[in-house]
Every structure is written in structure tokens, then in C-alpha cells.
């Protein structure tokens, strides 16, 4: 069964310190893909990074990257010079292959940035 | 290119009540995935569509169906609603193309369901 892990409930960051949000995950399958999403207070799900199982680099999308260490299982997600409008919950997801939509998620960590 | 929408925003129903909500997916996405969130349960998938068939199913009773129409435009229906029914309902679109797990999912605004 797939699983994702967050250990996180609550964390605070300094205005414009980086923040790392751990997350592992448990899954069988060889390909697949682990994702990062942040949900504002007001709701919606928010895209900010993706890995696949096959990637030997991690990715990066601007001031969010992701650190994928295969071997322990865990894609933490690293966010440089935090910013105010940053406080949200942030979910981390994954997905196999085969499975027609199936994102399974994390309960999350919710970040708060202090001024 | 315009995001994914849902409609309504929010709704106020009784239970016993039947309910359907209503997304919209990017433009030129297949797939689309609706998703429940509780707090207590967190995210939980429900279905999800392609080509208006259904080909994945989470673990949720009947009550809960849905439907995918020609133009890629989906629709959830909630039948008899019970009070664990209030949640947040949001759903997602994407390519699908050859069915990569790094396809991204991309998610609308979200329905909030109350049920009273």
C-alpha cells in the first residue's frame, strides 16, 4: 500500500529564512511521482513542485526545490527567503503508475511565517 | 489558459438532501479527479474520469456518483446527505497522456459543503 508522512503538524519560519517540510513515503512501485502543493486558508490546492521516481536531479521551481533522496524514501520540500503570503498548509502527494488519478496525500504541515 | 473552476462555491444543504457540484478542467485536459477533504480524514480520493468514463474509484458508498460529459466537464452528485458529508469537495484536472504518475494534477477553488 502507498503511503505518504508528514511529521510535521506546525512550523514557524522567519521572514525570508529558508524552511525545510519533511516528507517520506512508502511505496513498492519503481515509477512514480511525488508532488507539493500548498492550500491557503481559502482553499485551493496550489501546484508548487513535482519529482519523478526516475529523475536524477531534484527539481526546482523558483524559490521551492525539492530535496529526493530515493534510498530513505523521502521528498522534503525546501523553501528559500520565506515570505508572509507563504503561511498556508502544505500537502505532499504521490502517485504510481496506473493509477488513473490517485493522488494519495499527506495530512500535511502548516507553516506559519513570522515578520 | 483559464484554471480549473467549480461551482457552486459553497452550499448549505439538510440532510436527506441530494447535492451536485459541478468543475470545469483547463482547457484540452482529459482527466478529471474529485478529491473530499475532512478534517479529520484529510484529503481522500473519490473518482476519477477520462473520456467521460470513469476509471477509478476510492473507497466511498454509492451515494456518491459522478459523470463526465463531452467536453471533458465533470459532475459529482451526493445523493441523501448525511452530516459527514460537510467537506471541502475539490477537484482536479490533468493531461493525462499514457497514464505518467508525473502527471500534474491541477485543482480548482473547491466546493464547501455544509450539511445541516
Known amino acids: 500500500a502507498q503511503k505518504i508522512t508528514q511529521t510535521q503538524p506546525g512550523m514557524f519560519v522567519q521572514e525570508k529564512e529558508a524552511v525545510t517540510l519533511d516528507c517520506t513515503y512508502d511505496t513498492s512501485d519503481q515509477s512514480y511521482g511525488l508532488f507539493w502543493y500548498k492550500q491557503p486558508s481559502s482553499g485551493e490546492m496550489i501546484f508548487l513542485i513535482y519529482q519523478g521516481s526516475y529523475d536524477e536531479q531534484n527539481a526546482t521551481e523558483g524559490r521551492y526545490s525539492l530535496n529526493f533522496q530515493k534510498a530513505r524514501k523521502s521528498a522534503n520540500l525546501v523553501i528559500s527567503a520565506s515570505q508572509l503570503g507563504d503561511s498556508a498548509m502544505y500537502f505532499c502527494?504521490?502517485?504510481?503508475?496506473?493509477?488513473?488519478?490517485?493522488?494519495?496525500f499527506g495530512k500535511g504541515t502548516k507553516l506559519s511565517v513570522k515578520p | 489558459k483559464a484554471g480549473v473552476t467549480q461551482t457552486p462555491r459553497y452550499l448549505i444543504k439538510t440532510r436527506g438532501q441530494q447535492v451536485t457540484l459541478s468543475c470545469s478542467p483547463i482547457?484540452?485536459?482529459?482527466?478529471v479527479s474529485w478529491y473530499q477533504q475532512t478534517p479529520g480524514q484529510g484529503l481522500q480520493f473519490l473518482f476519477e474520469?477520462?473520456?467521460?468514463?470513469?476509471?477509478n474509484k476510492g473507497n466511498f458508498p454509492g451515494r456518491f456518483s459522478g459523470r463526465q460529459f463531452s467536453n471533458s466537464r465533470s459532475e459529482m452528485n451526493v445523493s441523501t446527505l448525511e452530516l459527514g458529508d460537510s467537506a471541502l469537495y475539490l477537484c482536479?484536472?490533468?493531461?493525462?497522456?499514457?497514464?505518467?504518475?508525473?502527471?500534474?494534477?491541477?485543482f480548482g477553488p473547491g466546493t464547501r459543503l455544509t450539511v445541516l
Open positions: 474520469y477520462f473520456s467521460e468514463t470513469q476509471r
Open positions: 502527494a504521490m502517485r504510481v503508475r496506473g493509477s488513473q488519478g490517485n493522488l494519495i
Open positions: 482536479a484536472s490533468s493531461l493525462e497522456l499514457g497514464g505518467n504518475p508525473t502527471d500534474t494534477q491541477y
Open positions: 482547457s484540452g485536459h482529459r482527466s
